[in-house]
Structure formats: structure tokens, C-alpha cells
């Protein structure tokens, strides 16, 4: 088993800028990729961005795309998402997810473990 613990969150203008940590701890040697997640109040939990562990490929939701970027520290064990330009719509609980498949996915059932969620606020 896996376990993640997220922090960054908080409370940003628009146009600001925020970076969110995700410290994994566990049989991190079972985890193939890394996700961000996020849910907004009443809507269902969607994908953001995920980073193969070993060789740090990417791959991003077409909305987050040239604002955020996912990179990872393997020997923190620890995943980052950094987000630029954020907007009021980008406004969620973000959470963070590890899947010991080396296929890609953007499924929340296919993802077997998740952190807590850290709240990040997008005022205009």
C-alpha cells in the first residue's frame, strides 16, 4: 500500500500562481505513475495531470495545458504540480493519486491510491 499526503493548497488571486506536493511513503516501488486529480463542489472528481515515476513523461488535461506542469523528485518521493495563471473555475479540492499500471489512464477507479486533498481557492 501506498501512502500520499498532499499540501500546497490555499487561497490565490487570479493570474497567481500556486504549487501543490504530493510525499509518497510506502511500497513506493509498486507505483508506475503519478496523478492530480481535482473536484469542484457538486462536480465529479476529474482528471488533471500524471507523470510516469521511472522516466517523467507527462501527459495534461487539455484545460491545464501550458498553465500547469507536473514534475517529480524521486528521491523525495515527492510529486509537484505547479500552476501558473490560475483561474476561478480552476477552484477544487486536488488530489493526488498513484496507479502501479504502466498503462495510462485518466480514471479515477484506476487508481489505487489517494491522498487526503488539499483545497486551492481562485478568487477573481
Known amino acids: 500500500q501506498v501512502q500520499l499526503v498532499e499540501s500546497g493548497g490555499g487561497l490565490v488571486q487570479a493570474g497567481g500562481s500556486l504549487r501543490l506536493s504530493c510525499a509518497a511513503s510506502?511500497?513506493?516501488?509498486?507505483?508506475?505513475?503519478m496523478a492530480w486529480f481535482r473536484q469542484a463542489p457538486g462536480k465529479e472528481r476529474e482528471f488533471v495531470a500524471r507523470i510516469t515515476w521511472n522516466r517523467g513523461i507527462a501527459y495534461y488535461v487539455d484545460s491545464v495545458k501550458g498553465r500547469f506542469t507536473i514534475s517529480r523528485d524521486n528521491a523525495k518521493n515527492t510529486v509537484y504540480l505547479q500552476m501558473n495563471s490560475l483561474k476561478p473555475e480552476d477552484t477544487a479540492v486536488y488530489y493526488c493519486a498513484a496507479r502501479n499500471s504502466p498503462l495510462g489512464s485518466t480514471r479515477v477507479e484506476d487508481f489505487g491510491s489517494w491522498g487526503q486533498g488539499t483545497q486551492v481557492t481562485v478568487s477573481e
Open positions: 510506502g511500497r513506493t516501488s509498486s507505483v508506475y505513475t
